[in-house]
C-alpha cells in the first residue's frame, strides 16, 4: 500500500533505539527523508542513521536535549538545511522516572516534564510555521497507559497533558493541513535504562490480557506511520492506545 511518505521530511526525537529507532526504519522503507536526534548516545544513533541508509533514505543526525529550546531550534534549522522543511514531527523522546511520589524530587518533575511535555511544545512550535504555511503537516505525540491507569503521579500528570496539547493543536491547526495525534503504549518490548527496568518479565503479563504478551516496536511504528499517511487525513486529536487491550475505550 503506498502511504504517501516517499520524500516527506520527518524530523523522530529519542531515535537511538527502541520505538524511535523501529519508527525510523519503518519510515525509511517507505522512501521519506530522515532528521534523527538523540540527547546522548550519538553511537547508537548512528547505528540507527545507517541502518536506514542502508534501506536507501537519506538521514542527518543531531543531538539534542528535547527540553533545551535552543538544542530543539537547532535541530529544526538542521533539518531545513538539509531537506527544506519538515513534514513529519515524531516526538518520541522520554525520560522515566521511577520509586514512590514522595521520594522523588522537584529535580525528578523538571526532568519529567522537560522531555515529555516541554519538548513535544519546543518541537511543535518549531516545526509548525512551516507546515501551515505549505498546508500539510503531521505531528505525533506519545502518551501512555500511566495516564489512564494511574502508576507514577509525576509520569501520569504529563503523559495526561500530552492528551490535551495533542487535542489543542489538532483543533487549532486541522484547518491548515495539520494532522496532531498521540499514542499511547503499554507493555511494549523495549531496551530501558539502569533503574527503569520493569518488574515483571514476560512470564508476568496477566494472562487475562486479550492479547497477553508484551508487543513490539516495530509494531508501534506501524501505527505512526498510517498516521502520518495519506490514509489518515481525517485523523486527528486522538490518542490511541496500543496496549493489547490493557486498557480499553
Not at 543526525?61 to 533545551?68: H, K, P, R
Not at 503521579?153 to 489538532?170: N, S
Not at 531496551?191 to 515483571?200: C, K, S
Not at 485523523?235 to 496500543?242: D, F, L, M, P
Request: glycine share 12%.
Amino acid at each position: 500500500m503506498d502511504m504517501g511518505l516517499a520524500g516527506k521530511v520527518v524530523l523522530i526525537t529519542g531515535a537511538g533505539r527502541n520505538i524511535g529507532k523501529a519508527t525510523a526504519e519503518a519510515f525509511a522503507a517507505e522512501g521519506a527523508r530522515l532528521v534523527l536526534t538523540t540527547r546522548r548516545s550519538g553511537g547508537l544513533l548512528e547505528e540507527t542513521a545507517n541502518a536506514c541508509r542502508a534501506a536507501g533514505a537519506e538521514v542527518v543526525t543531531a543531538l539534542c536535549d528535547v527540553g533545551d529550546e535552543g538544542q530543539v531550534q537547532a535541530a529544526v534549522e538542521t533539518a531545513e538545511r538539509a531537506f527544506g522543511r519538515v513534514d513529519v514531527l515524531v516526538n518520541n523522546a522520554t525520560n522515566r522516572v521511577s520509586g514512590p511520589f514522595l521520594a522523588q524530587s522537584n529535580e525528578d518533575w523538571r526532568a519529567t516534564a522537560a522531555a515529555n511535555l516541554d519538548g513535544p511544545i519546543f518541537a511543535s512550535r518549531a516545526v509548525l510555521p512551516g507546515m501551515v504555511e505549505r498546508g500539510w503537516g503531521r505531528i505525533i505525540n506519545y502518551s501512555g497507559v500511566s495516564a489512564y491507569r494511574g502508576g507514577g503521579a509525576m509520569k501520569a500528570a504529563v503523559k495526561l497533558g500530552i492528551v490535551g496539547l495533542t487535542r489543542g493543536l489538532a483543533r487549532e491547526f486541522g484547518r491548515h493541513g495539520v494532522t496532531v495525534n498521540a499514542i499511547a503504549p503499554a507493555s511494549i518490548e523495549v531496551e530501558r535504562d539502569a533503574g527503569t527496568e520493569r518488574d515483571v518479565d514476560i512470564s508476568g503479563i496477566d494472562p487475562k490480557l486479550p492479547v497477553p504478551r508484551f508487543g513490539q516496536p516495530e509494531e508501534v511504528a506501524a501505527l505512526v506511520l498510517y498516521l502520518c499517511s495519506k490514509h489518515a487525513n481525517y485523523v486527528t486529536g486522538q490518542t490511541i492506545h496500543i496496549n493489547g487491550g490493557e486498557i480499553l475505550q
